[in-house]
Structures are given as structure tokens and as C-alpha cells.
């Protein structure tokens, strides 16, 4: 753990709009600032309600982000981009359409390709067009960061794009924009959200400056999480995991996550899991493994989420695995469709995810990995 004197740089958007009924205050922006030419990147359910965000001058609308984008959906995003020569890029979307205008606002028009900016701090500024980015899930976090995550389906790895030049210049969080979520995705988000927060608390490089939205992040999910997946128009509900997920994207910038995010992407990536879900379906297993090297910070997230627990490492899984699993999530990989032969294969993906698991409190070694995998078969 890193102490109070440790240095830390804090990046966020310019302008943070936040509250229920802000989504029209992009376009009052845009206007002021005379962004006439606009390119909005979405999925096909936002793209059918961009009027909401109160843009006016000529605005083309790119409806086809997929979840967990891979490369191929990127090149698509890049040629409605070089078409679109726009002004102003808005990201209107989960974290998967953020994600893509965040590249296409550095990459359309450049000289530099996806491979060349993998990695942090690789892309040439500066850039030529504004971001906004306009979050309709409750779960990355986006918004606030600068970071882009493509999956590369010829290795099945999240190709991760650090960059301050894919910082929004404003981020608008409207959070009726989430009361239109699945309960089951509002669920998977959520947890999403919680991950960042306890990995960011839980890590090697926690900093009390972060350490303060990683505990109220995750309070917040204990609020009102359920409160969400139960009722989805739940206005203070969906305003609480916003903030939280906010609060999720404010850690991953100067911390990140650690070992549930490693643990987690090659079920994404492999089988198409969506990264809230298997974020849950780890979370229980990490957090108990990472209890001895963190007891009081993990003793901590638990009464952040409202669940009591004693020391022992079991009492934390228990706690940790039914508040996912009162949520409705999937907690056994056997049932989300993974056979059990590819478990070796993804033990490997996770053990080659360095830039995250050597953030994690405890080692995990590769035959760690795999057993866990194993117990959550
Ligand atoms: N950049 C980061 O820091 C960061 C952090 C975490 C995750 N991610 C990435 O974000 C992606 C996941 O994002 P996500 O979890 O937000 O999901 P998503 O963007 O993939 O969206 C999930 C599904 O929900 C739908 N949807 C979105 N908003 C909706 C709404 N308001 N009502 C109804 N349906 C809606 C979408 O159309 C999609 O089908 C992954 O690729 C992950 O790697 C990025
Ligand atoms: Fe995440």
C-alpha cells in the first residue's frame, strides 16, 4: 500500500453535468461552443433516442456499437468517423460505445493505427476534436477515465488504450437515461462498478486520496443496488449507482483494478461474458483470496455493502458470493455455457494479464488462478 506523501496524478473531464433530467445540457454545450458537425457513437437502443441530448447542426449517428467491441467493430466506428469529419464526437452509451468514441477521437484522421497506441501513453496529441461522453449504464465509469478497452478476437485479449488525449472535455450523467436497463444488465453494471471501487480499496497502489470515492462507490451499490434491480424507474436508485460508477471511473484512472478484472476478462473475451457478469461471478472468490493480505480494507467493503462478516476467509466468501447472488446473477461458470476444457486456456490469458495482476494485494500465481476458476465451475 502506498502512503499519504505518495505522488498521485488525478485527470478528470473539464465539466461534469450530473442529475436526473441533465442529458439536454450537451446540446446548450455543443452550441455554445459551435460544434456544428456532430458524430454521435452508439448501440442501436441509444441511437434511437438521440434527440434527448439537445443537439443541433448536422449530426450523423453511428448505431451499431456492439457489447464488448472488438477490433472489427472499431474499424466500422474509424470509417463513420473519416466520413463524418465532425467537430465534436459524443459517445452516448454503455462503457462499449464510450470506448469507441474515445478512439475515434484520437484515431480517425491520425496517422497512428489501434496497435500502435496499445499501452499507456502511446497516442500523439493533440487532439483535433472535442468528446463528450454521455454514460446510459450505471458500470464503467468511462466517462471519467482514459482508458479504451477493443478486444482482438485473433488473441481474444482486451487490447487497453491509455491515453489523456481520449479525456472527454465534458461528461454529461443523466441518470434517467439508465431506467431503461435490463434488470439483469443493471445487476451485471452494478457490480461492475462495486469491482472497481473494492479493487482500486484492495490494491497495491490504493491511495487515500482514491481510497475515499473506492468506499463510498461501493456504499452506494450497497444502498441501492437491489433497490435498482428491483424497480428500475427508481429515480434516487439509479442516481446512486451513477454516482458510484462515476466514483468507479475516478479509481481506475490513478489505481485501476487488479485481480477480479484479470480474472475476469478472458470470460469475456473467450466467451463473450458480459464484463459486469463475470465480474460478479469472480468477485467473491478474489476478495476471499485477497482477505489475509487486506483484512481490515476487505472487513471494510463488506460493511460498505451491508453484509456481516467475521475474519475467516469463508464468512467473506459466503457474504461476498450472496450478495451477487441475490442479485439474480449467474455465479457458476458451468451454467454461462464455458466447458470445463477451457479453463487451462483461460488460467493463462489471466496469468498474462500483468498490467493488472501485479496491482493485486496478494500473488496470484497461475495455479491460483486455475483453482479458482475451477471452484467456480
Ligand atoms: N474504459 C474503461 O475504463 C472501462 C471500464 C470498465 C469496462 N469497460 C468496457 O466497457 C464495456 C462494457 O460496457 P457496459 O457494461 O456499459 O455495457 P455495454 O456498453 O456493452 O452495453 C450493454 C448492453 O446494454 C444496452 N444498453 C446500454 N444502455 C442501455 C439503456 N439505458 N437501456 C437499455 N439498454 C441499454 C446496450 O445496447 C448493450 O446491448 C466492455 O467492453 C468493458 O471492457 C471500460
Ligand atoms: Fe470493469
Not at 57 to 84: M, Q, R, S, W, Y
Not at 161 to 188: G, K, N, Q, Y
Not at 201 to 224: C, Q, S, W
Not at 344 to 350: C, I, P, R, V
Amino acid at each position: 500500500m502506498v502512503s499519504l506523501d505518495s505522488p498521485i496524478t488525478i485527470i478528470r473531464p473539464e465539466i461534469i453535468e450530473f442529475g436526473v433530467g441533465t442529458a439536454e445540457r450537451l446540446g446548450k454545450w455543443a452550441s455554445d461552443k459551435g460544434y456544428a458537425r456532430i458524430l454521435v457513437i452508439s448501440d442501436a437502443f441509444n441511437a434511437t433516442r438521440v434527440d434527448t441530448l439537445g443537439l443541433k447542426g448536422e449530426i450523423t449517428v453511428f448505431a451499431d456499437v456492439t457489447p464488448e467491441p472488438d477490433t472489427a467493430n472499431l474499424e466500422k466506428v474509424l470509417a463513420a468517423a473519416n466520413a463524418a469529419d465532425s467537430q465534436l464526437i459524443v459517445g452516448f452509451g454503455g462503457g462499449s460505445a464510450m470506448d469507441l468514441a474515445k478512439l475515434a477521437a484520437v484515431l480517425a484522421g491520425s496517422s497512428q493505427t489501434l496497435r500502435e497506441v496499445v499501452g499507456p501513453n502511446k497516442v500523439h496529441g493533440p487532439r483535433r476534436v472535442a468528446l463528450a461522453q454521455v454514460p446510459t449504464t450505471a458500470g464503467t465509469g468511462s466517462e471519467a477515465g482514459i482508458r479504451a478497452l477493443v478486444t482482438d478476437p485473433e488473441t481474444m485479449a482486451k487490447l487497453a488504450v491509455e491515453s489523456i488525449h481520449m479525456l472527454a472535455d465534458i461528461a454529461v450523467i443523466d441518470p434517467a437515461l439508465t431506467f431503461t436497463v435490463p434488470a439483469r444488465t443493471t445487476a451485471a453494471t452494478g457490480v461492475d462498478a462495486m469491482a472497481h471501487c473494492v479493487e482500486a480499496f484492495t490494491n497495491r497502489k490504493a491511495h487515500p486520496m482514491i481510497d475515499l470515492y473506492a468506499i463510498e462507490g461501493t456504499r452506494l451499490v450497497g444502498k441501492y443496488l437491489a433497490r435498482a434491480v428491483k424497480d428500475g424507474a427508481d429515480a434516487e436508485a439509479r442516481a446512486g449507482l451513477a454516482l458510484a460508477s462515476l466514483y468507479g471511473g475516478f479509481c481506475l484512472g490513478p489505481v485501476n483494478t487488479a485481480g477480479g478484472h484479470a480474472l475476469a476478462y478472458p470470460l469475456g473475451t473467450r466467451w463473450h461474458i458480459a464484463h459486469g457478469a463475470a465480474n460478479a461471478l469472480i468477485f467473491p472468490h478474489v476478495l476471499a483470496f485477497n482477505t489475509p493480505s487486506v483484512p481490515e480494507k476487505t472487513r471494510a467493503v463488506m460493511d460498505a455493502l451491508g453484509r456481516k462478516t467475521s475474519d475467516d476467509v469463508q464468512s467473506v466468501f459466503d457474504a461476498a458470493y450472496s450478495f451477487c447472488a441475490d442479485l439474480g446473477i449467474e455465479m457458476k461458470l458451468s451454467a454461462l455455457g464455458v466447458p470445463d476444457s477451457d479453463l487451462d486456456a483461460m488460467a493463462d490469458d489471466a496469468f498474462a494479464i500483468r498490467r493488472l495482476l501485479d496491482n493485486n494485494p496478494r500473488d496470484l500465481a497461475r495455479a491460483d488462478i486455475r483453482s479458482i476458476y475451477e471452484a467456480a465451475y
